[in-house]
């Protein structure tokens, strides 16, 4: 989890921003320009963020960074609205779907590189239901987020799964080097 937790006011400030940003994705309409004066400081500090979208409790839609690069309030809005139109897995969202849609908001630390030699020392070092990885192989790389443990507990299929989410084959972590990064979330949701 980054280091300074968010306010439940802050949390949701950022919530609501996605829901105005997801309802002005659906009806292509330009979002106004966030007033700075109700948001507060750290919400306008650089901040990383994925947004999920969930429609009766199925992903719908995930988009986000893992380094931050504009203030937390816009990346939380930019990547509402490019899961809401931009995930290459999913048709894009309509206007019937958008009092079923659930948005979830995962704040991200820094991520960290993890040194190990050897590929069994990951299955010890990295922690589930804590740790999102990082996989990184020259120019190829994949990411899950922490909560991703809960579908895939094992860390043998969370890592094997990662390598084919990365295009390549499910056992090229136990095969090769790869560079690997940790980070951690703060997640809510509405």
Known sequence: ????????????????????????????????????QSISTRLMEQGASFVTLYNNSKLRGCIGTLEAYQPLAEDVSEHTIAATLQDIRFPNVQSDELTEIEIEVSRLSLPVPLEYNSPDDLLTIVQPGKDGVLFRDGEQHATFLPNVWEKLPDH?????????????????????HLDVSTFQVERFNE
Do not use: H, I
């Open 1 to 36: 989890m980054p280091e300074d937790e968010l306010t439940n006011e802050e949390k949701n400030s950022l919530l609501s921003l996605a829901r105005e940003a997801l309802e002005a994705g659906v009806r292509r309409t330009k979002l106004p320009p966030l007033d700075q």
């Open 156 to 176: 043998t299929d969370f890592f094997s799964n990662l390598c084919y989410k990365m295009n390549a084959k499910a056992d090229l972590w136990r095969k090769k």
